[in-house]
Nanobody, 115 residues
Framework: QIQLVDSGGGLVQPGGSLRLSCKVS????????MSWYRQAPGESRELVAS???????HYLDSVKGRFTISRDNGQRIVYLQMTSLKPEDTAVYYC?????????WGQGTQVTVSS
């Protein structure tokens, strides 16, 4: 069973920054596609950003230019650097690890953007 531990969320003012981290327990981390999803109250969970094992990235249109996903294969951590945060970025953010048809979720970390 792969364990993912999300951290780094919090309360931030509009325009501020946060960095989320996701620590993965599996020694096969380097072959996973890693992603960050988010879910706001009353909304469906949506894909925010993903990074392949080769480092190719994909972003939700509304976060392009503001969010950056990266991975440290040696430490088995995936990051989501979030800048220029907006109130509409408020959500629970979840880390996701996938290889072929197998996947796991982190427990989620709350991000609240408010003045």
């Amino acid at each position: 069973q792969i364990q993912l531990v999300d951290s780094g969320g919090g309360l931030v003012q509009p325009g501020g920054s946060l960095r989320l981290s996701c620590k993965v327990s599996s020694p096969y981390f380097n072959v996973f596609t890693m992603s960050w999803y988010r879910q706001a109250p009353g909304e469906s969970r949506e894909l925010v950003a993903s990074i392949s094992r080769l480092g190719s990235t994909h972003y939700l249109d509304s976060v392009k230019g503001r969010f950056t996903i990266s991975r440290d294969n040696g430490q088995r951590i995936v990051y989501l650097q979030m800048t220029s945060l907006k109130p509409e970025d408020t959500a629970v953010y979840y880390c996701h690890a996938k290889i072929q048809e197998s996947y796991s979720w982190g427990q989620g970390t709350q991000v609240t953007v408010s003045s």
